[in-house]
Nanobody, 125 residues
Framework: QVQLVESGGGLVQAGASLRLSCTASASGRTFSAMGWFRQAPGKEREFVASIKWSDGRTYYADSVKGRFTISGDSAKNTVYLWMNSLKPEDTAVYYC??????????????????WGQGTQVTVSS
């Protein structure tokens, strides 16, 4: 049974920083990529960042480029999201996800079949 657990969310003021972490348990074939998504109240879940373990390449949504950094340890199935210069519009539940699909380029949302329970991030103005 695949399980992903996120932590590190909280309530902060605009301009502050937070670090999210996620660890995935798995058996058999290892994950090819892991990533972060978020869902704000009344809105659809959206892509934030991802990392491919094969080459270490990272991908970011335009809205977080230059502010967020994704990193991780493939041997431990662990991924982090460093969030700087947080804005009120970053407020959302942040979800960790993993995929075993192999492809060139950024993995689309449809590739991710394993999800965590989410951690709340709230940014006040």
């Amino acid at each position: 049974q695949v399980q992903l657990v996120e932590s590190g969310g909280g309530l902060v003021q605009a301009g502050a920083s937070l670090r999210l972490s996620c660890t995935a348990s798995a058996s058999g074939r290892t994950f090819s990529a892991m990533g972060w998504f978020r869902q704000a109240p009344g809105k659809e879940r959206e892509f934030v960042a991802s990392i491919k373990w094969s080459d270490g390449r990272t991908y970011y949504a335009d809205s977080v480029k230059g502010r967020f950094t994704i990193s991780g340890d493939s041997a431990k199935n662990t991924v982090y999201l460093w969030m700087n210069s947080l804005k009120p519009e970053d407020t959302a539940v942040y979800y960790c996800a993993a995929t075993r699909v192999w492809r060139v380029g950024v993995p689309p949302l449809s590739d991710f079949g394993s999800w965590g329970q989410g951690t709340q991030v709230t940014v006040s103005s």
